[in-house]
């Protein structure tokens, strides 16, 4: 049957927790305009679903709030088996190797080894290309137009999909693993580095302002830095390395440690390490003694997002993000781009007798609703919500200042907004909170407020930008990240690599051989206890424990991916 008329309430929670709630002008919405449901009319569907169920926060299917409405809306009966996070491993082997599998398994973690061994090999797993079309799936395909990256992405080397995606980078990145202390930007009158040169003179002025402070903070096992300094000498990759991690370098997928343009950036951190600019214990920090260090106002910079150790305004808003480095070796600033698709957190039975039903459900998650509900719930005094305290706020007479109330439960409500958020596995299915409605290039957010909650925003701001709140934490360093990383943002190696089982194993044993064996060295070169003039001696010996064979494996993968 077709879906009732919303009675679409808004909230004003800005005063205090015990302030009563103001209505705001309601708005009539129709689910329908946003799903095919409802899918069965007779109640004859039953699909059992497999989930984790969150060992801290975690209730009975039967007492949530999103299953009693993803009943009603769609119509299908659901069977969840709830599995302790703590034995998870354990089920999904015995799941898998006794072949019994319910039609949908969610939020399991597949990596690409699993999805080629239970897919392509075992034939375990639904293909599900055939389903994604405009008339089975519409909201998924209205993204797979608008990121035509997604099939090549999401399918096997034979071509097909096992999991549907999980867009979560459809804005901008905003990742930054490195911050620097504006206060002492000021204090010297500088501004935030943009060449390597310019950075290590920041780093010598601050010490020489205050021999107590490190300047470069974290070490090789606590918020490790280099990659930083490796990404000024052209080597694109992720954070938390010693060089051993595939990146790309001129285009071309290089490990650091087996390219000569490495010694350059040991130089660099030997310099560092003479100079005081890093830890003189910069290879037995932990983030206790890091954080620690921070608290006292001994860091210069700091390698991760202030706001996990910092809740206060006046603490954290004087840190921003560090800007991409160019060098001698690389002339461009750049910056790894967040990757924008994830997979293997929805995956379909290969026995299911409801495989286009089950796409169809899934679906809904690719459209605003669906992303608004599964991250947070119905809008709060909606009828939607069950008579259950649930769902999300927006303050209509401050649109900037979003409150989001994730919550679910029969009496009260929770301190924590994990409680709802571990019941809904979002970051599975659909897109992430800097989203854009496709249709109207507005952000997603504010969609909701103007379209669905009917809220008055400024219309002279520019609706498809984000607003930010700039004394919220996180939108506060977003904005740092979206001013000094974004307009350097391109993309790396693939994260979504379907090496076969034969590759994985072959990388999991050379790995487990160099990996150590960089990560030691490169501690001797900093530290002075090996001479950089036996460079070439190391790669020698990296040569001999396969660093060739690695980077080949890597390069091969990435070259195929091009034809």
């Known amino acids: 049957m077709t879906k ?59 007492e949530m709030w999103w299953w009693k409405w993803w009943e009603q809306e769609t119509g299908i009966n659901f069977e969840v088996e709830q599995i302790s996070k703590a034995a998870l491993s354990e089920r999904k082997n015995i799941m898998l190797a006794s072949g019994d599998l319910p039609d949908i398994i969610w939020s399991f973690g597949f990596n690409t080894t ?24 519409p909201f998924l395909s209205k993204f797979v137009e608008a990121y035509p990256e997604t099939m090549s992405t999401i399918s096997t080397p034979s071509g097909a999909v096992y999991s549907l995606p999980y867009y979560r980078a459809v804005f901008a990145g905003y990742s930054s693993d490195m911050y620097i202390d504006t206060n002492l930007l000021a204090k010297y009158n500088l501004e935030v580095p943009a060449t390597l040169d310019d950075f290590t003179a920041m780093l010598r002025t601050f010490k020489a302002g205050d021999e107590t402070l490190v300047p470069l903070s974290g070490g090789s096992k606590a918020f490790n830095p280099f990659y930083y300094i490796l990404n000024a000498y052209g080597f694109l990759g992720q954070n938390s390395t010693n060089g051993e991690k595939i990146t790309m370098r001129e285009g071309k997928p290089v490990i650091p440690a087996n390219d000569p343009v490495f010694k350059e950036a040991l130089a660099t951190m030997k310099t560092y390490y003479e100079e005081g600019l890093i830890s003189q214990d910069y290879f037995t920090l932990d983030s206790v003694i890091v954080n620690g260090m921070l608290a006292e106002g001994k860091l210069g910079t700091y390698g991760q997002k202030i706001g996990y150790t910092m809740a206060n305004y006046d603490d954290f808003s004087h840190w921003i993000a560090v800007k991409p480095l160019t060098s001698e070796y690389n002339p461009t600033q750049q910056w790894l781009a967040a990757d924008a698709i994830t997979i293997g957190g929805w995956v379909v039975s290969a026995d299911t007798e409801h495989a286009e039903l089950i796409c169809r459900l899934a679906d809904f998650f690719y459209s605003n609703i ?6 947070y719930g119905p809008p709060t005094n909606s009828t939607d919500t069950l008579g259950m305290t649930a769902g999300i706020d927006f303050d209509p007479d401050d649109p900037i200042s979003t409150t989001y109330r994730r919550l679910d439960a029969l009496n009260g409500t929770y301190a924590n907004s994990n409680e709802y958020e571990v019941k809904v596995p979002s970051g599975t299915l659909c897109v992430g909170n800097d989203a854009y409605d496709l249709e109207s290039g507005m952000y997603l957010a504010n969609w909701l407020r103007t379209e669905l909650f009917g809220c008055e925003i400024d219309q002279t701001a520019d609706l498809t930008s984000k607003i930010f709140n700039p004394t919220h934490l996180d939108n506060f360093h977003r904005i740092s990240c979206n001013t000094n990383l974004f307009p350097f943002e391109v993309a790396g190696y693939p994260n979504i690599c379907f090496f076969s089982e034969e590759q994985n194993e072959r990388i999991v044993e050379l790995r487990s051989v160099i990996d150590p064996y960089i990560e030691a060295e490169v501690a001797k070169f900093i530290t002075g206890a090996r001479s950089l003039d036996e460079f070439d001696a190391f790669q020698s010996e990296l040569d001999g424990l396969g660093i060739d064979e690695l980077e080949g494996i890597y390069a091969d993968y990435y070259a195929g991916l091009a034809k």
């Open 114 to 137: 699993d999805l080629l061994r239970y897919g392509d090999s075992e034939g375990l797993f639904l293909d599900l290309k055939e389903y994604i079309t405009p008339e089975i799936m």
């Open 370 to 375: 669906g992303t608004m509900y599964s991250k």
């Open 4 to 62: 009732r008329i919303l009675a679409l309430l808004v909230a004003l929670l800005m005063l205090a927790a015990s302030t009563a709630l103001a209505e705001a002008p309601q708005m009539d919405v129709d689910i329908s305009l946003y799903s095919q449901y409802p899918l069965v009319t007779d109640g004859s569907v039953t699909l059992t679903v497999a989930i984790p169920r969150d060992d801290t926060y975690g209730i009975d299917a039967e």
